[in-house]
């Protein structure tokens, strides 16, 4: 009976630290920024990107931030429309021509306003 009431209290004390510890700690979150999508551009223009680094990021939707929301998704539709994910497979661009023009001009636009708030941030 002895050894049946130790098992029971180290089993319990040992459910009872699990619950606790995930009762007092948070889901980790990741936070897409701007800085992260103009790096994630940057590296699908150079081709040095791999598909599934373009999809983890992309495919992650960003809630804190409605015009970074509409970037990501204007990205991902560029993905639809002009990604050959077959050829950066085999080390070519994630890309086609047309697709790699668009999203230059979808960079070069989160650039500007990225760095227009920071100048904006700057002088207030």
Do not use: N
């Not at 990107?49 to 992309?58: G, P, Q």
């Not at 497979?89 to 070069?108: C, I, P, Y």
């Amino acid at each position: 009976m002895a050894i049946f009431l130790l098992i029971f209290a180290v089993c319990f004390l040992v459910i009872g630290g699990m619950v606790g510890v995930m009762m007092l700690t948070r889901t980790p979150r990741y936070r897409t920024g701007a800085h992260d999508l103009l790096t994630l551009f940057d590296k699908a223009l150079a081709g040095t990107l791999s598909e599934a680094e373009w999809h983890t990021v992309i495919g992650y939707p960003v809630r804190h931030d409605d015009f970074l929301e509409g970037v990501r998704r204007r990205a991902q539709h560029l993905m639809d429309e002009h990604g050959r994910p077959w050829q950066a497979a085999q080390g070519g661009s994630l890309f086609s021509r047309r697709g790699r023009e668009d999203l230059k001009a979808l960079r070069d636009h989160l650039a500007s306003r990225t760095a227009l708030r920071e100048t904006q941030e700057e002088h207030r």
